[in-house]
């Protein structure tokens, strides 16, 4: 049996390190979530050249050759299917962006569309 002033040390230190542990995790994936954002925004500008068709508010982009994108705030798999197949007038980027970059500009787009 374990004594009641040691089990109560025990439960005060698993709890700082229960604290610990929450804060770590939440900052590092904070950090990696915004260098993705970061990384999207650039192939939306860039690479991407989505600026030049598709009105973004966080882009800076005013274009209206293809739907605002302020206003029909796309989820990211509708960005995914929609930069990955091409939709209407928009070509498919399948060949010329990564699916790794095609996600990420995904995740830049899903985000700052809501804001």
């Known amino acids: 049996m374990i004594p009641n002033f040691i089990m109560k040390k025990l439960i005060i230190n698993f709890s700082k390190f229960l604290f610990f ?3 770590t995790i939440s900052v590092f994936n904070q950090v990696k979530s915004d260098e993705i954002y970061e990384k ?3 192939i939306f500008l860039e690479k991407g050249n989505c600026a030049a068709c598709h009105t973004l508010t966080d882009a800076g982009s005013e274009a209206d050759i293809g739907p605002n994108l302020n206003q ?3 989820d990211i798999n509708r960005v995914i299917i929609a930069v990955t197949n091409g939709i209407g007038v928009m ?3 399948q060949g010329e962006l990564t699916t790794e970059e095609i996600e990420t500009v995904g ?3 899903s985000i700052s569309a809501e804001n």
């Open 21 to 23: 542990l929450t804060i």
């Open 40 to 42: 999207g925004k650039i």
């Open 107 to 109: 995740h830049y787009v």
């Open 91 to 93: 070509p498919a980027y």
């Open 72 to 74: 029909i705030k796309p």
